[in-house]
């Protein structure tokens, strides 16, 4: 074999792909790229530079404004973190520029956010809108299946794996994300003696990293990247943690602390409804969070309890609804869905009484629209729905999906399936909800 031809093959530095493959390279001094990878990298400098110029022209007001169309309601806490975003982004130099540079320009410390509100408020919904708004990587991380060093269970560092995966693998986007750590409230301290390796401890191992703190993107066993590669590491003292939990008991303890009106032993306390029930960080301490942690979060929202008038408002306002949602589920099979003003109001009222927030409307709206769904794209295009408040009702009462449809009369009026006997005995019947009424046959071929 002549020199020539044992000359070493040109490799791709980022996909590993040699020169005999069809895709051609372009070679430099010691280095090759493909042209799938320069078209590639090409995208990604437009991505970072379009959402560069995007986040450079935000303000607070233009935060809370995208936040009030995808979230109802909580108007005081969506203005608080709308600045503590603000400030956060314009800390790391995301947003905003300096009018007149200063010679010493004070060091702006790190602000976490810590959010406490009932389930269904909206917690992790403000948090993931404001990081597509940004157009910054997003997490969210359940610290309840983290534990301390030592014990079975996911490690502090799989939240920031999971951020770089999020930033598909670009860590130095993922050193500028959002982590929303869930469920922070169930770190509480137990009581003394038990024995606490998801709690406390988990509380300990976290306040490097909200500080900020290089850390190794290995995992406990040691696996990452090819074999023999030296493990990477991140910074994470430009990531945002916005932590959340239901805090259940907490506005006792702000009752007992500010809003009490009892004298003598053993007087009860009463909340005085005139005065603020906003948490403090005592609060937060007394309900068993570590002094330290709680620290680490200078910036602390609280979220209301949503009552009716809310809960029926998202069922139809917010950007890309649940009514939306379903509505386009049945026009890709080519039926037109419609809910009367009063079912729309039945569903609210069923979600307030399961006091499960905004999550509990989904799940009514399953149950009421189960069996349509599986039977409609048996059906002639061009069926116009309409649900009705006795739908909803006999959902919620029988708790269970919608049953076979019977043909449709012709005067439209609604049909009603009669019980059907269940399992292999036959011995009990299940209580199934009406069909919602076929209002009109559009012709087929018609838009829906």
Same mark, same amino acid.
Request: with cysteine; hydrophobic share 40%.
């Given at each position: 074999?002549?020199?020539?031809? +044992?000359?070493?093959?040109?490799?791709?530095?980022?996909?590993?792909?040699?020169?005999?493959?069809?895709?051609?390279?372009?070679?430099?001094?010691?280095?090759?790229?493909?042209?799938?990878?320069?078209?590639?990298?090409?995208?990604?400098?437009?991505?970072?530079?379009?959402?560069?110029?995007?986040?450079?022209?935000?303000?607070?007001?233009?935060?809370?404004?995208?936040?009030?169309?995808?979230?109802?309601? %909580?108007?005081?806490?969506? +203005?608080?973190?709308?600045?503590?975003?603000?400030?956060?982004?314009?800390?790391?130099?995301?947003?905003?520029?300096?009018? %007149?540079?200063?010679?010493?320009?004070?060091?702006?410390?790190?602000?976490?956010?810590?959010?406490?509100?009932?389930?269904?408020?909206?917690?992790?919904?403000?948090?993931?809108?404001?990081?597509?708004?940004?157009?910054?990587?997003?997490?969210?991380?359940?610290?309840?299946?983290?534990? %301390?060093?030592?014990?079975?269970?996911?490690?502090?560092?799989?939240?920031?794996? +999971?951020?770089?995966?999020?930033?598909?693998?670009?860590?130095?986007?993922?050193?500028?994300?959002?982590?929303?750590?869930?469920?922070?409230?169930?770190?509480?301290?137990?009581?003394?003696?038990?024995?606490?390796?998801?709690?406390?401890?988990?509380?300990?191992?976290?306040?490097?990293?909200?500080?900020?703190?290089?850390?190794?993107?290995?995992?406990?066993?040691?696996?990452?990247?090819?074999?023999?590669?030296?493990?990477?590491?991140?910074?994470?003292?430009?990531?945002?943690?916005?932590?959340?939990?239901?805090?259940?008991?907490?506005?006792?303890?702000?009752?007992?602390?500010?809003?009490?009106?009892?004298?003598?032993?053993?007087?009860?306390?009463?909340?005085?409804?005139?005065?603020?029930?906003?948490?403090?960080?005592?609060?937060?301490?007394?309900?068993?969070?570590?002094?330290?942690?709680?620290?680490?979060?200078?910036?602390?929202?609280?979220?209301?309890?949503?009552?009716?008038?809310?809960?029926?408002?998202?069922?139809?306002?917010?950007?890309?609804?649940?009514?939306?949602?379903?509505?386009?589920?049945?026009?890709?099979?080519?039926?037109?869905?419609?809910?009367?003003?009063?079912?729309?109001?039945?569903?609210?009222?069923?979600? %307030?009484?399961?006091?499960?927030?905004?999550?509990?409307? +989904?799940?009514?709206?399953?149950?009421?629209?189960?069996?349509?769904?599986?039977?409609?794209?048996?059906?002639?295009?061009?069926?116009?729905?309409?649900?009705?408040?006795?739908?909803?009702?006999?959902?919620?009462?029988?708790?269970?999906?919608?049953?076979?449809?019977?043909?449709?009369?012709?005067?439209?009026?609604?049909?009603?399936?009669?019980?059907?006997?269940?399992?292999?005995?036959?011995?009990?019947?299940?209580?199934?909800?009406?069909?919602?009424?076929?209002?009109?046959?559009?012709?087929?071929?018609?838009?829906?």
């Amino acid at each position: 074999m002549t020199p020539s031809l +044992r000359r070493k093959l040109a490799y791709c530095s980022f996909c590993g792909v040699n020169e005999l493959a069809a895709v051609p390279l372009i070679t430099g001094t010691g280095t090759a790229i493909c042209v799938d990878c320069a078209k590639a990298g090409i995208a990604a400098v437009e991505g970072r530079r379009r959402r560069r110029n995007t986040s450079g022209r935000l303000t607070p007001s233009m935060l809370l404004a995208r936040l009030d169309e995808h979230v109802i309601a %909580q108007g005081a806490a969506k +203005r608080a973190l709308s600045v503590a975003v603000y400030n956060h982004f314009k800390r790391i130099g995301k947003i905003g520029e300096r009018s %007149q540079p200063s010679d010493r320009p004070a060091r702006l410390a790190k602000s976490n956010i810590l959010m406490a509100g009932p389930s269904g408020t909206g917690k992790t919904l403000l948090a993931e809108t404001l990081a597509v708004t940004l157009g910054v990587p997003f997490v969210v991380a359940d610290v309840t299946s983290i534990t %301390q060093a030592g014990y079975a269970g996911e490690d502090t560092e799989s939240i920031f794996r +999971r951020l770089v995966t999020a930033a598909d693998g670009d860590v130095a986007a993922a050193q500028h994300g959002i982590v929303f750590l869930d469920e922070v409230d169930k770190l509480a301290k137990r009581e003394a003696g038990a024995l606490d390796v998801s709690g406390e401890g988990v509380q300990q191992s976290l306040l490097k990293v909200l500080e900020g703190t290089e850390v190794s993107l290995a995992t406990r066993s040691g696996a990452d990247g090819p074999a023999g590669s030296e493990a990477r590491r991140m910074d994470t003292s430009n990531i945002l943690f916005i932590a959340g939990g239901a805090f259940v008991g907490l506005d006792e303890i702000v009752a007992e602390r500010g809003n009490s009106r009892g004298i003598g032993f053993g007087a009860r306390v009463v909340p005085d409804p005139e005065t603020t029930t906003d948490a403090e960080p005592q609060d937060l301490i007394s309900y068993g969070l570590l002094p330290e942690f709680v620290g680490r979060f200078p910036v602390v929202v609280q979220l209301e309890q949503l009552g009716l008038a809310e809960l029926r408002r998202i069922i139809s306002e917010p950007v890309d609804s649940l009514l939306a949602q379903y509505e386009e589920l049945f026009r890709l099979d080519g039926h037109v869905l419609s809910f009367t003003e009063e079912a729309l109001t039945a569903v609210a009222e069923s979600a %307030q009484s399961r006091q499960t927030g905004a999550r509990g409307l +989904r799940a009514i709206l399953e149950s009421t629209l189960l069996g349509l769904m599986f039977h409609s794209p048996d059906w002639d295009p061009g069926q116009r729905l309409v649900v009705e408040a006795r739908h909803i009702t006999a959902a919620v009462a029988a708790d269970s999906a919608m049953p076979a449809p019977a043909p449709a009369s012709p005067e439209g009026e609604a049909q009603t399936s009669p019980s059907f006997e269940a399992g292999p005995n036959r011995e009990h019947t299940e209580r199934r909800a009406p069909l919602p009424r076929v209002v009109q046959a559009v012709a087929p071929g018609r838009p829906v």
